[in-house]
């Protein structure tokens, strides 16, 4: 069964830290990404992570907004998917999903949500000022 689960949501001050993670199951998983979402507006592209086929290269892909502040990894013997923010703003504060392709990823379609078919139920961040 497919299945994608966020956890590591919460809530900081302005510079804090955190770090989400994503527990995937179902299969083996090459292209992944995080998305977040705030009321009345579109779920927006952050972070992905993708490669071809296990024991390949695998790269990273950020939106311009968390670029040097939040990192996204994987840890391939448990099939998770983690994304360290650093440095959280009062606008990074959403809902945050996990979401996986069917297949892989490159370049600019790592952006684009159309392409994610598989979606975690979302996890709060709260940035403070």
């Known amino acids: 069964q497919v299945r994608l689960v966020e956890s590591g949501g919460g809530s900081v001050q302005t510079g804090g830290s955190l770090r989400l993670s994503c527990a995937a199951s179902?299969?083996?998983?090459?292209?992944m990404g995080w998305f977040r979402q705030t009321p009345g507006r579109e779920r927006e592209f952050v972070a992905a992570l993708s490669r071809r086929a296990v024991n390949t290269d695998t790269y990273q892909y950020y939106a311009d907004s968390v670029k040097g502040r939040f990192t996204i990894s994987r840890e391939n013997a448990k099939n998770t998917l983690y994304l360290q923010m650093n440095s959280l703003k009062p606008e990074d504060t959403a809902v945050y999903y996990c979401?996986?392709?069917?297949?892989?990823?490159?370049?600019?379609?790592?952006?684009?949500?159309?392409?994610?078919?598989?979606w975690g139920q979302g996890t709060q961040v709260t940035v403070s000022s």
């Open positions: 979401a996986a392709v069917d297949g892989y990823c490159s370049g600019p379609g790592c952006s684009d949500r159309r392409l994610y078919r598989h």
């Open positions: 179902g299969r083996t998983w090459y292209g």
